[in-house]
């Protein structure tokens, strides 16, 4: 059974950090390109970061560039999201993924079960 075990979100105020943790198992996780996703109320599910099998190549939003950063580290099946500055229009359900690859090809893909981030005073 392919799982995505979710960690790390909460409550934050404006300007500070969360770090998201994705724990992996039922795949070949060195062999997966992961990423991270979100969807606030209201509205669809989006993109915020991809990474590479290797964690070489990366890719971001708009909207999160110069303030997320995802990172993986193969040897503990794990991939992070450390997400600062954080601003109310972050908060949504974050979701894990891993399979997916935009504008690349994929056949399979898989969802963690998503962790509600809420930046808010």
């Known amino acids: 059974q392919v799982q995505l075990a979710e960690s790390g979100g909460g409550l934050v105020q404006p300007g500070g950090s969360l770090r998201l943790s994705c724990a992996a198992s039922g795949i070949i996780f060195s062999s997966s390109p992961m990423g991270w996703y979100r969807q606030a109320t209201g509205n669809k599910r989006e993109l915020v970061a991809a990474?590479?099998?290797?964690?070489?190549?990366?890719i971001y939003s708009n909207s999160v560039k110069g303030r997320f950063i995802i990172s993986r580290d193969n040897a503990k099946n794990t991939v992070y999201l450390q997400m600062n500055s954080l601003k109310p229009e972050d908060t949504a359900v974050y979701y894990c993924?891993?399979?997916?690859?935009?504008?690349?090809?994929?056949?399979?893909?898989?969802w963690g079960q998503g962790t509600q981030d809420t930046v808010s005073s």
């Open positions: 990474i590479t099998t290797g964690g070489g190549n990366t």
């Open positions: 993924n891993a399979g997916r690859w935009i504008g690349g090809y994929f056949p399979r893909d898989y």
